[in-house]
């Protein structure tokens, strides 16, 4: 069975930090490229950020580059979030993704955790 499971959200100040983890079991880990995604209320969910299977190749979204950084220990099965300098637009409820293409399209989410930047 399939789970992607994420921790690490809650209630934080503006200019603090979090780091979020995604667990991951039932498949293997190690050849998924793994993605953070994120929704805001009332707007479409956007991708985040982006790891290669080996963790060598990342990529971020424009709004988050320089204060997110994204890290996985293919050992652990687990990928970070680790967030930065949080502002109110960083609140969201964050979605860890494993995404393959080969030999087959295989696509898997993670119920979510709550991010709220706030004072």
């Known amino acids: 069975q399939v789970q992607l499971v994420e921790s690490g959200g809650g209630l934080v100040q503006p200019g603090g930090s979090l780091r979020l983890s995604c667990a991951a079991s039932?498949?293997?880990?190690?050849?998924?490229?793994m993605n953070w995604y994120r929704q805001a209320p009332g707007k479409e969910r956007e991708l985040v950020a982006t790891?290669?299977?080996?963790?060598?190749?990342?990529k971020y979204a424009d709004s988050v580059k320089g204060r997110f950084t994204i890290s996985r220990d293919n050992a652990k099965n687990t990928m970070y979030l680790q967030m930065n300098s949080l502002n109110s637009e960083d609140t969201a409820v964050y979605y860890c993704?494993?995404?393959?293409?080969?030999?087959?399209?295989?696509?898997?989410w993670g119920q979510g955790t709550q991010v709220t930047v706030s004072s």
């Open positions: 039932g498949f293997t880990f190690s050849t998924y490229t």
């Open positions: 993704n494993a995404r393959a293409y080969w030999p087959n399209f295989n696509d898997h």
């Open positions: 790891i290669s299977v080996g963790g060598s190749s990342t």
